[in-house]
């Protein structure tokens, strides 16, 4: 199948956290708290995405009270923590939003990954990812985890479907 029709009919995406919104590095201070870096340009692409009447959430194995507060800050309200098996955790989610795997994008790093990444209309992979998650992906960012990747897929799906030109113009003020 072609890339153009994977990303039509794609209402949702849903998002590793360390290694695709950071660049995976997990860092703590002298209190043991856990700091992680974000991509302005990521949140600024999921505020967009959202904007358009799209919906995003997160799934991560690990459980952080920075990706609460992330989160919070970007409006997102779907955030799943602390789990291993991400796909029942995906599926519950298509169902209650009433979505197919078609319709649905997930972007992922690493091997917690793969299965979800293959179930999905558009299973993409960080350029950083591993070999085995990139192989496995429908498209791979360009940009690595952390630096961009997913304001880089968020523009690919907006284009394709023909509504980034409304997104811009926003804020162009016209």
Same mark, same amino acid.
């Given at each position: ?6 990303? !039509? ?24 708290? *856990?700091?992680?870096?974000?991509h302005?340009?990521?949140g ?26 992330? !989160?919070?800050?970007?409006g ?19 169902? *209650?939003?009433?979505?197919?795997? @078609?319709?649905?994008?997930?972007v ?16 993409? !992979? ?8 990139? @192989? ?39």
């Open positions: 199948m072609k890339l153009e029709q994977r990303i !039509a009919p794609i209402k949702m995406i849903l998002c590793d956290v360390d290694g695709v919104l950071t660049d995976g590095r997990i860092s703590f201070d002298n209190q043991g708290i *856990e700091i992680k870096s974000f302005a340009r990521d600024m692409g999921i505020k967009l995405w959202q904007q358009v009447g799209w919906q995003f959430g997160l799934l991560t194995a690990r459980t952080s009270h920075i990706v609460k507060v992330r !989160a919070a800050e970007l997102v309200e779907l955030v799943r923590q602390g789990f291993s098996d991400k796909l029942p955790i995906a599926q519950q989610i298509m169902k *209650e939003h009433d979505l197919t795997p @078609e319709q649905v994008c997930y992922g790093d690493d091997l917690t990954d793969l299965q979800l990444i293959t179930s999905v209309g558009l299973g993409v !992979a960080v350029s950083d990812a591993a070999t085995e998650v990139r @192989e496995a992906a429908h498209w791979i960012t360009t940009k690595p985890g952390g630096f961009g990747a997913v304001r880089e897929l968020i523009e690919l799906i907006l284009k394709t479907q023909d509504r980034w030109s409304d997104v811009v113009r926003k804020y162009r003020g016209q």
